[in-house]
């Protein structure tokens, strides 16, 4: 029988993941039975295999799918489900970790990366001003990256900047490698990681450990200068510090996260003169992409195979 | 005896070279026996066997220093030097190809591919008025990047953006691989190359082959919003015809380079809304690199080996 596939995200989305999901499965050979209804009733919900799940989604009592055998969260971060009383603690969550999201993310942040390193802004100004001076950026040999947080989106940001010959390093929870990078772990490794940092990237997610890890002093570990890409999680940083800091110590922040988003009107990030701020739109899970790669888990969950990025609800991630 | 080598290019740079070049010479446990003034007569400058050579550099007559074994440009554009009637024929002319010089070129070309594929300036603006809204670039699977020219410096662009997942092309004289890319050679492929080019890299030697090889025939083939990236010679396009197509056709270009240099203060280029001018600083040759490399190539001569990167005089480069 036809996998029973529920999907519970945001109403105006529903059509176009239909339209992904089936066309993934006829790739694929295989048959399923695609729903975006909420279920009517208790036995309805109750027959729901797969669920494709997003915080603001309509499924008001998530306990009433948990004779699902996976849901997949339609975006990488999931502190916000983890923190529903009502999800199933039997039902594996998986995490979305798909190209489309990944090859996003780090177009985003290289971008920044490179704007910052060459001096983009700079070289506008000077174009604008008609000034003709040589003005030389440092080598990316010689300029050093850092990045919080080493999973699927931090993992390939890293390793395409080690390719373009930045001196990458990588700060994590547990040690990870990096290929022609240098790896930090643990708290007692984050003040050596962040005073060596030219341009820090956030790529952590946000738990109990990461939330506030940005704070006054760790800010302050940064060398004078630096500059901030966060595309993670707003909480992650200390948004007060933040803004202290970026008031003379740091060179400037690109922001695509809040602790309140929309960013409000009146916060003041907005007006700092040294902030980019970029409305959550770093990187998306593009149905055309994230279709093919959660078809191919309920495939594998069919075959009795195991399932890949299931979140460990006591990590948070 | 110690190999005799002559620094023949600005007089400003000569202790830094001096400095590199027998700091070169150290780390490979040779000697070399390094002058930087001009030789006063006929037989000082006969007995020079290497030459560090730029087209401002103080020697009035190169013929003089015939006897050299080779002479090395400072500079990968050799143009200038080859229009010279006193270049002598029989001395191997080197155009330079080292790290420092290929890893700026790289650094600079990539940073405004990513800013033209990202929208930096639109991001910028949105920012500075405060919107939040959604706006999803396309990923760089999508983004079709064409080279003009895959020497060292296309070569090592080209390679980088296929690790950065673009789509991308090369054009060349005689048709090159590219990893992960696709290559086009001749003038026979050159308006379907150019028809599907979003961004257009530049980075062709100057020769009579190349110059005007993009007028307005040519721009018109672009896509319409393309955009241009001059690294190489600013007679590669013809400027009329530039200022032209980015009145409508073309989405904007950043010019490293020009036909006169400095850019006169009158030029319309300065003027263009969607003009980026750089003074001439995508690149440039750093001699704490560029000095190992050419040691390492006078030590191949003086073992009798074969030098590298020697300029083809017909074909100019």
Redesign the interface.
Known sequence: MAPRVLYAGLAADAPEWRTEMLKAAHEAGVEIDFRSAPPATAAEAAEIEYVLLTSDGPIADLSTLANAKAMFSLWAGVETLLSRPDLPASTPLIRMVEP?LT??M???V??HV??Y??G??E??E??RA????????P???NRKVGIIGLGALGGDVAE?LA???FDVRGWSRSLKQIPGGRGFAGMDALPEFLSETEILILLAPLTTETKGLLNAARLAMLPKGAYIINAARGPIIDEGALLAALDGHLGGATLDVFDEE??P?DNPL?ACPN?????H?AS?T?PETAAREILRQIRQSERGEPLENVVDVTRGY
Chains 1, 2 share one sequence.
Not at 131 to 137: A, I, S
Not at 275 to 279: E, I, M
Request: glycine share 4%; hydrophobic share 40%.
């Open positions: 489309g090859i996003g780090t177009d985003y290289l971008a490179m704007r390193h060459i983009i802004e070289t506008l000077r174009s008609k000034r003709w001076d040589d003005v030389y950026p080598l990316s040999i395409r390719f373009l010959r929309p960013l009107p907005w902030v980019t701020v970029t409305p739109i998306v593009r």
